[in-house]
C-alpha cells in the first residue's frame, strides 16, 4: 500500500533528519516503550519486519499505521526554501515519500553526504 523507498534514499536523507531531530524512535535514538530498536536499524540493518513485533503488531502493521496517520490530510511536504518539512522527513524515517521523484531531485540538488547503511544502524 505504502511503497518503499530505497534504502540508499532514505540513508541519503539521513543527514537532514538528524539535523533537524526528527524521528527519534524510528532512528532508535530515544527508547521506545513498546520495542528494543527503531524500524530504521531493523529495516537498514536488513532485519525481517514481519519478525521485529510487538505484542499486538508487526513491524509492517506499525509501519503501515505510523504512514496512515501522517498522510490524512497529506499537508505540506516541502518547506518554502525547498526543504522537506518535519512531517516529511518523518515518512520518510520510516521509508516512505508521497513525493518519491521530488525527494530525489532534492537530494540531487543539495548533494546530501553520503552515508554507509552499516554506520548508520551500528548506532
Not at 513525493?99 to 548506532?123: C, E, H, T
Amino acid at each position: 500500500m505504502y511503497p518503499f523507498l530505497k534504502k540508499s534514499t532514505v540513508v541519503r536523507t539521513l543527514p537532514i533528519i538528524d539535523r533537524f531531530n526528527v524521528s527519534r524512535v524510528a532512528r532508535g535514538k530515544k527508547k521506545s516503550s513498546q520495542t528494543k530498536k527503531g524500524f530504521l536499524q531493523v529495516w537498514l540493518s536488513g532485519g525481517s519486519l514481519n519478525s521485529m513485533a510487538t505484542k499486538n503488531q508487526t513491524w509492517n502493521e506499525r509501519r503501515t499505521a505510523f504512514i496512515a496517520r501522517h498522510t490524512k490530510g497529506q499537508g505540506k511536504l516541502w518547506l518554502a526554501n525547498g526543504y522537506p518539512t518535519n512531517k516529511h522527513l518523518a515518512l520518510i524515517s520510516w521509508g516512505y515519500s508521497p513525493d518519491p521523484k521530488g525527494l530525489q531531485a532534492f537530494l540531487k540538488a543539495i548533494s546530501a553526504n553520503n552515508r554507509n547503511i552499516s554506520d548508520y544502524v551500528k548506532m
